[in-house]
């Protein structure tokens, strides 16, 4: 489709594994976000890529948590080690301008994260 | 420091009613944007306005308006004739600064809307 992708849209793991989410945003999308969403909560920043230049991550919460997005278009969340609290949803967006700046986001549907 | 207030955590309405949805929020800067998001049972978060500082202008999208208050710091969202399909949870978010860079958005934690019919 036209919109942005993530898969899994579930992820069920054991404490300690490692888990990988992606995220396919629209096509020619410069800028690529990740947020984390808590249940009952708002989306809270992870971290943001312009092409493939992260260029910002100051919002993971860990060492444990890792972004790449290293041709400029698919990226991957990776979280090692996955601990309890990690249980989310994970969220893409992308936009065309740089930065998001004064741009609109469009949205993934999120892979929840659930942790055993 | 930002905060962004949705006072509501959730609200019920029939069909046709005509609902608001409050947003109250802080910041330090003169320059900074709102923005509404809608976020249905699929999960994605669907944009539907983002607002400068500089522009207190109200804005009607056909059943939705926004009326956008620096007094009061407020920007509150009414949907008018409400619908079934309106049902969902409505994000009020802020970012600081002239390029109203998205990257460091501020989001309220929600308010879940229900439209009975």
């Known amino acids: 489709g036209a919109g942005v992708s993530q898969s899994p849209r579930y992820k069920v793991a054991k404490r300690g594994q490692d888990v990988a989410l992606r995220c396919d945003p629209i096509s020619g999308h410069v800028s690529l976000f990740w947020y984390q969403q808590a249940l009952g909560q708002g989306p809270e920043f992870l971290t943001y890529?312009?092409?493939?230049?992260?260029?910002?991550k100051s919002g993971l919460p860990s060492d444990r948590f890792f972004a790449e997005r290293p041709e400029g278009s698919v990226s991957t969340l990776k979280i090692q080690r996955t601990q309890q609290e990690d249980s989310a949803v994970y969220l893409c967006?992308?936009?065309?301008?740089?930065?998001?700046?004064?741009?609109?986001?469009?949205f993934g549907e999120g892979s929840r994260l659930t942790v055993l | 420091a930002q905060k962004v207030t949705q006072a509501q955590t959730e609200i019920s309405v029939v069909e046709k009613e005509d609902v608001t949805l409050d947003c109250v929020y802080e910041t330090r800067d003169t320059t900074y944007y709102l923005f509404w998001y809608k976020q249905p049972p699929s999960g994605e978060l669907v944009f539907l306005i983002r607002?400068?500082?500089?522009d207190e202008q109200n804005e009607i999208s056909g059943r939705y308006s926004w009326n956008f208050q620096k007094s009061t710091s407020s920007f509150n969202f009414t949907i008018t004739a409400s619908q079934v399909v309106d049902s969902a949870v409505y994000f009020c978010?802020?970012?600081?600064?002239?390029?109203?860079?998205?990257?460091?958005?501020?989001w309220g934690l929600g308010t879940s809307l229900a439209v009975n019919p």
């Open positions: 967006a992308s936009s065309l301008s740089v930065a998001g700046v004064g741009g609109e986001l469009f």
């Open positions: 978010a802020l970012t600081e600064g002239r390029a109203g860079n998205n990257r460091k958005l501020i």
């Open positions: 890529f312009q092409n493939e230049a992260q260029l910002d």
């Open positions: 607002r400068n500082s500089f």
